[in-house]
């Protein structure tokens, strides 16, 4: 473990370093999701998140809310498709490149 400028050890620094900082963080994330509901504490991260694509898709508030709130739920499955076909299109280049 590293230490912090008081002498004490970075549990953190240790984490990055050892590589299981992703696990440790899962783990975190198991444990508080089987003590509370995750749409509780999610809520306005997803309200914000949907909050950008309603910007994409009408900047100037000018669409009525309903329609508005359509456009943006379309957007953002766009934006995760389109996630989705980049990621299916580097594993297909990195199998490409695997094989003999």
């Given at each position: 473990m590293s230490r912090t400028p008081e002498g004490?050890?970075?549990?953190?620094?240790?984490?990055?370093?050892?590589?299981?900082?992703?696990?440790?963080?899962?783990?975190?994330?198991?444990?508080?999701?089987?003590q509370q509901d995750p749409k509780v504490y999610t809520s306005a991260a997803r309200a914000a998140f949907l909050r950008t694509f309603e910007l994409q898709v009408d900047p100037h508030g000018?669409?009525?809310?309903a329609e508005r709130t359509r456009r943006?739920?379309?957007?953002?499955?766009?934006?995760?498709?389109?996630?989705?076909?980049?990621?299916?299109?580097?594993?297909?280049?990195?199998r490409k490149g695997a094989a003999p």
């Amino acid at each position: 473990m590293s230490r912090t400028p008081e002498g004490r050890h970075s549990i953190r620094a240790a984490a990055l370093r050892d590589g299981f900082a992703s696990l440790r963080g899962r783990i975190g994330g198991l444990a508080l999701a089987s003590q509370q509901d995750p749409k509780v504490y999610t809520s306005a991260a997803r309200a914000a998140f949907l909050r950008t694509f309603e910007l994409q898709v009408d900047p100037h508030g000018e669409l009525p809310a309903a329609e508005r709130t359509r456009r943006a739920l379309a957007a953002r499955k766009l934006h995760f498709s389109r996630l989705s076909y980049a990621s299916a299109k580097a594993r297909r280049e990195r199998r490409k490149g695997a094989a003999p």
